[in-house]
């Protein structure tokens, strides 16, 4: 099969809303009025985000929910994506596969498939989505720039901050896969959905422009990805432990319950995957106190749960406090230091 068979064959689906989809130099979009166009990228590679013989029906929603994932980050509704695919060979089931999970999940969020480029190599996936926000605040949130996108950057001192769904449960999965750890078989296939399906917050993002304050997607691990946020808001922040514990669903759901995983693993193994693992794709955000009915209605409309972990404070760097509001000594990130591919040999 040549490259435009496999085009053709895998990657040519109905595009009603783009006015020219695949087949010609360029897809052409025509962007609503009012809207910023949001854009994002993402690469996967074979054996540094993903196992070469992971499911290619599961790789397929993967690599275009982490791209959706930073959609929803800016609370933006997707609408295109390109596909820069890299293959070293041509098999049919495979690619079968992959096209359909690919196609899945573009169908769920409406988001049409309208060019790319096909090339032969080490298998890689890079892809390109194309969202909208309108592009004028609202609801009295201003970041500074004018966009009704969310951003990193409008955190404020007092501001709550808040995660969406469970947190560290695709890094434990991650850990069971490389034979780091062992985890009971009822608890893997959980964690491991976590890990191979994730679900990009898309509904949430969007119903929470007029609330949050600032928003980023978690793929790096909690502490990384709200670093972020406290960075380019120039603020620090007090999480609760507490709060943070029971975000582990493995945790919660372990045979004998939470004290039976702490017993297994360490007390402060949760904390770290909670705190350092990557790969959940919820999003974390703040918005002000006065927004907190906002935000429990943001949660029911997208059907998304939400907990309030902390709050923004002055300075920089997150502490971790007890039910007292006392300042917890410093976790050990141990192997879950925050994964930067330049750091690594
Ligand atoms: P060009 O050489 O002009 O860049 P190509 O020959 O690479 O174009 O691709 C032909 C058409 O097929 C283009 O419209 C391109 O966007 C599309 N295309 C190529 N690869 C893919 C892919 N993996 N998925 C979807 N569309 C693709
Ligand atoms: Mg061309």
Known sequence: ???????????????????????????????????HLAISTDTLISGRHFFADVDPYA???????VNLSDLAACGARPSAFVLALTLPEVNTAWLEAFAKGLFDLAQTHGC???????????????????????????????????TG??????????????????????????????????????????????????????????????????????????????GHILERSQLGAALQWDALMPLLATRQNYPGGALAFDASFG????????????????LVFTAAQTKRMAVTHAAKQSATPVTRIGTVVSGHGIALLDTNGK???????????????FSLG
């Open 1 to 35: 099969m040549g490259e435009f068979d496999l085009i053709r064959r895998f990657f040519t689906w109905p595009t009603p809303r783009a006015v020219v989809g695949v087949g010609d130099d360029c897809a052409l979009l025509a962007p609503n009025i009012g809207t």
């Open 59 to 65: 790789l397929g929603q993967k690599a275009l929910a």
């Open 112 to 146: 049409e498939l309208i060019g790319g480029d096909t090339t032969r190599g080490p298998l890689t996936i890079t892809i390109t989505v194309f969202g909208e926000v309108p592009n004028t605040p609202a609801g009295g949130v201003t970041h500074g720039i004018a």
């Open 149 to 226: 996108a969310l951003l990193r950057s409008g955190a404020l001192v007092g501001d709550d901050i808040y995660v969406s769904g469970s947190v560290g449960d695709a890094a434990l999965a991650l850990r069971a896969l490389q034979g780091k750890i062992t985890l009971p078989v009822s608890v893997m296939a959980a964690a491991r959905a976590r890990l191979e399906r994730p679900e990009p917050r898309v509904a949430l993002g969007m119903a929470l422009r007029e609330v949050a304050s600032a928003c980023a997607d978690v793929s790096d691990g909690l502490r990384g990805d709200l």
């Open 267 to 282: 007390s402060d193994f949760a904390a770290q995957c909670v705190l350092g693992g990557g790969d959940d794709y919820e």
């Open 327 to 341: 300042t917890l000594p410093p976790l050990d990130a141990g192997d879950f230091a925050a994964f930067d591919h």
